[in-house]
Every structure is written in structure tokens, then in C-alpha cells.
């Protein structure tokens, strides 16, 4: 926030410097980033009277005036046509120096010799607003001879303030005053203004909405709308606004004081003198101020007069009902917004203002009513005008709250021994009150301070006002105990460590997806943010494979044309009846292209048995005991998904995305995935190794073909040899499919290779043939043929 010095200065009436105010804001905890001269030095720039004007005999647009300092009177040759006699005006005598590094010299023009130059607001890089384009006019009061600079206040000092989020009431001259007071060791309150005499000026007003808790307005009749006085124009350029007029200039600088938003609305351009506040109906429009038509959406809090909206509540007005020079009544606003309502409009119509800004962090209700009262005397001192009476709706919140701290886990969080005596006065220098005995602090608060609600807000108080730079630096205390990963955590890092080693590169996503990446992968439902940053990222994700595709396609789209990588993150569900989500931890991975080319071997494109690969490395490297077997997802290419399971426990599934959601994605290449529940995974993990003595008898091999249906399973018939080989068994593999038109349609061969062993004697073909007819039976009993 900026914020002018010198407003701060007089108003706290202390002899700071710019730079010991800075510091006591950045001690108490709000740095001031930058300190800014309010206008480039004016040096030989003076306040001077013009005496006369006369025509130039050589050129009809100068003019020839004789100015006064007060001590001396100059002749100046001036080009602007809004100066008179006796007006007072900027003398740039010869030697001074403008903005810019222009040195004013004695020069003759057009034969007639000129003392210095009368200035105009441009020529001194003010950002004035005037009646007239011109020579800037100062005020008919204003003394010859002074430095301008010092009769303007240009030398104030811009101070440029980083405010935290929560402390809205600091959004306010009032609020800075108090929180530098309170840092000085004093406590300060702005006196409220009085309510100005009025009368009459009634009107309906109604609140139709619960996002509006107070509404006030009131009428000023017969003013006048003309630039602002100088220090009025001066001060709000040293808060960072623009000035306008004098009845907007009023609005903003009593915001500035008070923290209070208001608005003005020439009350003869509204369709009829009756409030409501509502919400917006589907389809309504409105012209903002910025001339621009904003759609308006059910949700968005409307002032209306006669059902006709003029402004957007808290965040902008209408163009229609702006006030301007042809103003003659003024309707003057001030009310209380719901924060989140403000904020979400706000932010749907791409609106930031000085009013929503204060409203998103919450206005004290306390000053809504005295911040009207001090706009109303304004204004009619400036535009002159007949004030009518205050009406309101709602307007009865009044609100405070004690908070329950104790002096002992102040200082056990602080790390301090502050004393009872000095933890009050700080609290009550802040504006708080305090009671209860010994130990014990009971701090009233009022909405004022709506950021302090626990103890430990009240600690913060105490200990940024206390200095932190007075804490002293001490070795944390207490039971010191061995920081370790949980088991979960560790398995975690164990299964990244497996699938790093297994080529793989791990990629962190956001987990914010939006509603297209979620239809396009016929993912499940996530949740739905309330408030998103963009509809890009307006939901978390309810799985993993929108994440994964979009990693794939933007890697395609990059050239990256091998594609192996992983995630490790969480999915959130909707569960009914609850508030929060279920919160899952997943593992999943994506591989697309071909497998890292090696010098002895071709390159090949990755397949099922790559992905399959992946995850059985990965089981393995658990010690989980899984199986694989066919399985239908709605994510995954008919056949070639794969269900994962350990026991009767589902672990997850890998296969190839369905060929219409890698089309959705713009994807022409197959992508398989896999996708682990690890919470699945940590209770399918198995500690330990077993390790068995290697034989030194000779192994027994033998080859089985088998012709099955090509609907049949191998893990089926690899189920069946372990199981009828017992454990002379020691290994069997399936080693080759071959399908072709010898074996008949529908049908195919698996071939398997087997190796027997005794650990304590050689085998005899004997009991290796035995075994063998006992497996042959039972796999032809699960409809399986041996082939010759």
C-alpha cells in the first residue's frame, strides 16, 4: 500500500523522519519496500502574484506579465491564455531547474526579454487536475515568495508499504496510524467525525441479499462538480490514485482514511430513488465505469435503483449514473460486503479496484456510518451542496469476541520472559482490551481486528511489539529423539528407488486437472474447487491417467518421442456424506515409443510385456506374491488390460489406454500404463528375503507344447505346473506362443520349459516322468492338448 508520510506525521503529530517511521513499521512487522519523493526538486521554483498582463507587440499567442515574489517583480513572457492579474501562480526564476534537468535561463522572445517561465502542472510532472489548460493556478490565498515545493508539500514522501493478507484494517491512515503508534509504545484512535446537520432526503432502501449486512445512502443536493482542491488532488497522489473530481476525491480520501469504500452515484441519472441490493439475475448486463459490458452471473451481489442495476457491490459502478460536471445531487454509499462475495465477483469479472481490494479483507462495520458522516461534511465544504438525512438497512452487527491467552505459553511460544505489565500495555496500545488476573489474559477484540481469534495471534502481537529483534537466540529445548521415515515412507522411497532403477523418471504434476483433461480420460469424478485460479486447474483429480496423458502429450508435442515415467501422488474422491475427499496415495506410470536402443540388440516399440515387466520388477522388489489376470476397464484397449492381485486383494491394473482416449488426446501412438493403490501396496509387502542352499545335484529340464483356445490364460496353465510339480519344481517359464493355420482358428501353442531338482540326490527319469504325466493329466483336464 502507499501512503503519504507527511498524512501519517500529522495525524500521529510526532517528529519522525520518513525513514524512523519506516523502521517502526518494518519492526512491528510490515516492511516499507521503498521510499519515493512525492515530486521531482523544485529548486527556484516560487509562488508569485501576476501584476499584469498585457499583449506581446510581436506575436499574437504571448502575452507580457509582470510577476512579484514578494521582494521583486519580473518580467516573463508567457504563452498560456488562462492568467490574469492577481493570480497566483509557479515562478520559475532564471537559474532554477524543472524536472527533466531544464535549467531555466534569461532569454529574449520575439524581442522581449523574459525573467523566468510560469509553470504548468505537466512542466512540474504533477498529475493535476485543473479547470483550465494552462498555467497551474494555486489557491487566492497563497503567499508570494514561498518554495513551492514547501507551500504544495511536494516534499512529502511516498511510503510504500507490504501489507500481510490478513490485516485489512491496515488498508487505512487510521489503521497505520494506530499500528505506528502502538509500535512508539502509545495508544491512538482517530477521533470519529460528527454527523453533519441534515434534513430530509429520505428514501426506500432494502437488502434482499445475505451478502449485505449494512446499507447506508444519503443525499447532497445543489453541488458543484470542479476539480479538487490542491491538497486535496496532492494527497491522494501520495496515496497512488489519480484525482478526479472533488466528490470522487472525497470518496477515495475518506476510504483512505477510514478504510472504508464509498460511492457517489449522480442520483439524476437513476432510473428511480429506491434501493435494493440483490443478487444478479441470469442474462442481466451492466456498463462499468471502465466502459466496458460485463455479463453479469447469478451469485454476483447488485445495487439497483428501481430494479435497474448501477453497480456491482463493493467492486465497481455503473457508467450510466457516474458523477460529472453536469452532477447537481450526489447519492453517497457506504456499506458492508461479505468478503467472499466481493472477492469471487471480483475476480469472475476480471475487476480490481481500490473498493473490492478493502472489501476481499473486510471493512470494520464499526466506521461504515462515521466514515458517511465525514464524507457528507466533506463534500459539502468542497462542492457546496444541502446534505440529507442517513437512511439504512441492516447496519445492527456489532460484534467482539474474547480471546483466552495465557502469559506462560506466550513466553514458552516466544521464547521470551515478558512481563504481565508490558504484555498489557503492548495489548492495550493496540487498541484491545484486557482483562483477568495472574497468568491468565482475557483480550476483547472487536471487527476491527478480525484476524486475531487464537492465542497464538495474540502472542504474534505481543511479540512483534515487543521487538523481535529483542528475542533472545536460544537452542530449542526438550526430549530429543531420532528423526526416521515411518514404514509407509520408507516403502515409498523404496518403490521410487525400483522404478528409477528400472528406467523410469519420475514426474510431479500438478494434481489440478480440468473438466476436459477429466472427460477426455473417462477419469473418475474429482473435486471441484469452489474458488480456482483457472478452469484449467479447477479440479483435483480423481486419477492418475489424466496426469499421466498429459505428461505423454506435451513430452509428443516436444519432440520426446520414448516416453518412460512415473508418478507417486494422491487422487482425491468425493465420498457422500463427508466433507473432505478420500485422499488415496497412487502409483502410477506411463511408458509410450520405443525401449532404450541397445548396440547388440534391434529397437523395439514398447508392449504389454514391458509395462508387465515394470510391475512385476516392482512386485518383486516388495516381496509381494501377485498375479496377473485379464481384466475390462473402460480406461484400457479390450484385451489388454490386466488386473493385478495379491490373494483375494485388488492391487491395480496395467494395459494399454483405450485407442479412443489416446485419439481424445491427440495421441497416434499406444501409451500403456499401470496404476497401483500403494496403501494396496504397503499391506501386500513383504519383509525379508528367503534365500535356499543351491544343489550341487544336476537339474532334470524337460519342454511341454501345449494347444490351448486362445481365450485360455497362461498364468492359468503356470498355475496348474507349480502347483502338480511340488517342490522338486524349481522353475518353469513360458518361453514361446505361436499361433498359426496348422493349429486351427481359435487355437494357439504355449510352450513351457521346466527344471526339476532334489536338493540332497541326482533325479531319476523316473520320478521326473511321473511328475510330468501328473502335470500333463491336470492340465488336461483344464482343457489344454499336448502337442507332439
Known amino acids: 500500500m502507499k501512503v503519504s508520510y507527511k498524512w501519517l506525521a500529522e495525524i500521529l503529530q510526532v517528529d519522525l523522519s520518513p525513514q524512523e517511521m519506516a523502521e517502526k513499521l518494518t519492526g512491528a512487522g510490515f516492511p516499507v519496500e521503498e521510499l519515493t519523493p512525492l515530486a ?61 534537468n531544464f535549467r531555466i535561463k534569461k532569454a529574449k522572445i520575439r524581442g522581449q526579454e523574459s525573467m523566468g517561465m510560469l509553470c504548468s502542472a505537466e512542466e512540474l ?46 488498508l487505512s491512515v487510521r489503521g497505520l496510524a494506530a499500528e505506528i503508534s502502538a509500535a512508539l509504545g502509545q495508544p491512538f484512535a482517530l477521533p470519529l467525525p460528527e454527523a453533519p446537520a441534515a434534513r430530509g432526503g429520505r428514501f426506500p432502501v432494502s437488502i434482499a441479499t445475505p451478502a449485505c449486512y449494512c446499507y447506508t445512502g444519503r443525499l447532497i443536493s445543489g453541488v458543484k462538480v470542479q476539480p479538487s482542491p490542491l491538497w486535496l488532488q496532492l494527497r491522494l497522489l501520495a496515496c497512488g490514485l489519480r484525482p478526479v473530481n472533488n466528490i470522487v476525491d472525497v470518496t477515495n480520501l475518506v476510504m483512505l482514511e477510514w478504510g472504508q469504500p464509498l460511492h457517489a452515484f449522480d442520483a439524476d441519472k437513476l432510473p428511480e430513488l429506491e434501493i435494493t441490493v440483490r443478487q444478479a439475475r441470469a442474462g442481466e448486463t451492466m456498463v462499468t465505469l471502465d466502459n466496458k459490458e460485463r455479463r453479469l452471473e447469478p451469485g454476483m451481489m447488485l445495487i439497483t435503483y428501481g430494479d435497474k442495476p448501477v453497480a456491482i457491490a463493493g ?77 439504512s438497512a441492516g447496519c445492527h452487527r456489532s460484534e467482539t469476541w474474547t480471546v483466552e491467552a495465557s502469559l506462560a505459553k506466550i513466553n514458552a511460544l516466544l521464547g521470551t520472559e515478558i512481563p504481565r505489565a508490558e504484555a498489557e500495555r503492548i495489548l492495550i496500545n493496540l487498541g484491545l482490551e484486557v482483562q483477568g488476573e495472574g497468568d491468565a489474559l482475557l483480550v476483547k477484540v472487536d471487527q476491527r481486528r478480525s484476524d486475531l481469534r487464537l492465542w497464538q495471534d495474540i502472542a504474534e502481537e505481543v511479540g512483534r511489539l515487543h521487538g523481535l529483534d529483542n528475542i533472545p537466540a536460544a537452542l530449542p529445548r526438550g526430549v530429543q529423539t531420532v528423526g526416521v521415515r515411518k514404514p509407509a515412507q520408507r516403502l515409498e522411497w523404496l518403490v521410487r528407488d525400483i522404478l528409477v532403477g528400472c528406467g523410469l523418471c519420475e514426474t510431479v504434476p500438478y494434481t489440478f486437472i480440468s473438466p476436459e483433461m477429466q472427460e477426455r480420460s473417462l477419469a473418475e469424478p474429482g473435486v471441484e474447487l469452489a474458488n480456482p485460479l483457472t478452469r484449467e486447474r479447477s479440479i483435483m483429480r480423481g486419477d492418475m491417467l489424466p496426469s499421466l496423458l498429459e505428461t505423454v502429450a506435451y513430452n509428443l508435442a516436444h519432440g520426446q518421442h520414448n516416453i518412460a515415467v512415473f508418478e507417486i501422488g494422491s487422487v482425491y474422491r468425493p465420498v457422500a456424506g463427508q466433507e473432505l475427499p478420500e485422499q488415496p496415495l497412487r ?69 494399454q489406454v483405450h485407442p479412443g482416449i489416446a485419439e481424445a488426446w491427440k495421441i497416434d501412438v499406444p501409451v500403456w500404463v499401470m496404476d497401483f493403490d500403494f496403501q494396496a501396496l504397503v499391506r501386500a509387502h513383504r519383509e525379508g528375503v528367503d534365500f535356499a542352499e543351491p544343489s550341487r545335484y544336476p537339474a532334470v529340464r524337460r519342454d511341454l507344447a501345449l494347444e490351448t483356445d486362445t481365450d485360455s490364460e497362461a498364468g492359468t496353465f503356470l498355475a496348474i505346473i507349480r502347483q502338480q510339480g511340488g517342490p522338486l519344481l524349481e522353475a518353469v517359464e513360458c518361453f514361446d506362443v505361436y499361433t498359426g493355420p496348422n493349429l486351427g482358428p481359435g487355437r494357439r501353442s504355449l510352450a513351457f520349459s521346466l527344471r526339476f531338482r532334489h536338493g540332497q540326490r541326482t533325479l531319476t527319469d523316473e520320478e521326473v516322468q511321473a511328475l510330468m504325466d501328473k502335470i500333463i493329466a491336470r492340465l488336461e483336464q483344464a482343457g489344454a492338448r499336448l502337442r507332439s
Not at 478493502?358 to 459539502?380: C, F, N, T, W
Not at 506410470?589 to 504389454?608: I, M, N, S
Not at 516392482?618 to 488390460?641: N, T
Open 315 to 391: 467492486v465497481m459502478g455503473s457508467l450510466d449514473s457516474e458523477v460529472n460536471e453536469s452532477t447537481r445531487t450526489v447519492l453517497l454509499e457506504s456499506a458492508g460486503f461479505d468478503p467472499v462475495s466481493v472477492r469471487v465477483t471480483a475476480k469472475a469479472l476480471g475487476l480490481a479496484s481500490e473498493a473490492a481490494s478493502r472489501y476481499e479483507k473486510g471493512v470494520d462495520p464499526a466506521v461504515i456510518v462515521p466514515a458517511s458522516h465525514r464524507a457528507a461534511a466533506l463534500i459539502s465544504q468542497l462542492a457546496g451542496g444541502e446534505i440529507g438525512e442517513l437512511v
Open 40 to 100: 521531482e526538486e523544485l529548486d527556484g521554483v516560487v509562488t508569485a502574484e501576476i501584476l499584469e498582463v498585457r499583449p506581446h507587440p510581436n506575436a499574437d499567442r504571448l502575452s507580457l506579465t509582470r510577476v512579484s515574489d514578494g521582494a521583486n517583480v519580473y518580467d516573463v513572457v508567457c504563452g498560456a491564455r488562462n492568467i490574469a492579474p492577481g493570480d497566483k501562480v509557479p515562478l520559475a526564476k532564471v537559474g532554477a531547474v524543472l524536472p527533466g
Open 587 to 655: 502409483v502410477a506410470a506411463a511408458l509410450c515409443g520405443t525401449a532404450p536402443v541397445h548396440w547388440q540388440r534391434k529397437e523395439e516399440e514398447y508392449d504389454f510385456f514391458h509395462i508387465k515387466g515394470v510391475a512385476e520388477q516392482l512386485l518383486a522388489g516388495l516381496g509381494a506374491d501377485a498375479s496377473f489376470v485379464r481384466a475390462e476397464r473402460r480406461q484400457f484397449h479390450p484385451g489388454r488390460c490386466a488386473a493385478v492381485r495379491c490373494g483375494e486383494e485388488l492391487l491395480g491394473y496395467v494395459g
Open 125 to 170: 510532472r504533477l498529475d493535476l487536475v485543473q479547470a483550465e489548460d494552462g498555467i497551474l493556478q494555486l489557491p487566492a490565498d497563497c503567499p508570494p515568495g514561498l518554495p513551492l515545493a514547501e507551500y504544495l508539500g511536494l516534499d512529502d514522501v511516498v511510503m510504500d508499504i507490504e501489507l500481510s493478507a490478513n490485516r485489512g484494517d491496515l
